[in-house]
T-cell receptor, first 112, second 114 residues
Framework: QKEVEQDPGPLSVPEGAIVSLNCTYSNSAFQYFMWYRQYSRKGPELLMY????GNKEDGRFTAQVDKSSKYISLFIRDSQPSDSATYLCAMSAGAGYSTLTFGKGTMLLVSP | EPEVTQTPSHQVTQMGQEVILRCVPISNHLYFYWYRQILGQKVEFLVSFYNNEISEKSEIFDDQFSVERPDGSNFTLKIRSTKLEDSAMYFCASNTGGVNSPLHFGNGTRLTVT
């Protein structure tokens, strides 16, 4: 079983749609969960950073973590064409200086 | 907003040659990292570096790889004798190492080994 699994997509939605992106993981030691956005030929850009289970909201983005199910989600409200990118989930067992384990990324395409 | 900068953006080299990839981490950050992403694959951890020494490395980071902080601002990754399979995007990242201190990534160096 892969450590972090993420549907590669592509996921195509019309502008204004609510987008749901998900990752599952197998390592119960993971405590810190991140979502990064990556545009083509660019580095990962941090969107959300959460610790343990629960929800976190930042503007149009909401991150959810369910540690009991080993399942994390990122919701994007009122999606825009500029949200078209690859979304990477990442997680670590420790804070700060711990190494990250990434999912493969989900490509999102938002059409005008 | 401060950012991690990497040079060059694209490096082409012949198999067997040495390459040095350069990074300038965010100035108040203390932990530095190299990750790589082979085309179509996951971003993978290579090495972390703190207080002028390697704190952790992955199986990928074998004797062909080395890292150095030659001065107060630069952080480098050297590949001694490149192989075709070293072709990838190499990302530098940094953070403060504190509890709520996620990694900030540079835009990467695309290494092509021919």
């Amino acid at each position: 079983q892969k450590e972090v699994e993420q549907d590669p997509g592509p996921l195509s939605v019309p502008e204004g749609a609510i987008v749901s992106l998900n990752c599952t993981y197998s390592n119960s030691a993971f405590q810190y969960f991140m979502w990064y956005r990556q545009y083509s030929r660019k580095g990962p850009e941090l969107l959300m950073y959460t610790y343990s289970s629960g929800n976190k909201e930042d503007g149009r983005f909401t991150a959810q973590v369910d540690k009991s199910s080993k399942y994390i989600s990122l919701f994007i409200r009122d999606s825009q064409p500029s949200d078209s990118a690859t979304y990477l989930c990442a997680m670590s067992a420790g804070a700060g200086y711990s190494t990250l384990t990434f999912g493969k990324g989900t490509m999102l395409l938002v059409s005008p | 907003e401060p950012e991690v900068t990497q040079t060059p953006s694209h490096q082409v080299t012949q198999m067997g040659q040495e390459v040095i990839l350069r990074c300038v981490p965010i100035s108040n950050h203390l932990y530095f990292y190299w990750y790589r992403q082979i085309l179509g694959q996951k971003v993978e951890f290579l090495v972390s570096f703190y207080n002028n020494e390697i704190s952790e490395k992955s199986e990928i980071f074998d004797d062909q790889f080395s890292v150095e902080r030659p001065d107060g601002s630069n952080f480098t990754l050297k590949i001694r004798s490149t192989k075709l399979e070293d072709s990838a995007m190499y990302f530098c990242a940094s953070n403060t190492g504190g509890v709520n201190s996620p990694l900030h990534f540079g835009n990467g160096t695309r290494l092509t080994v021919t």
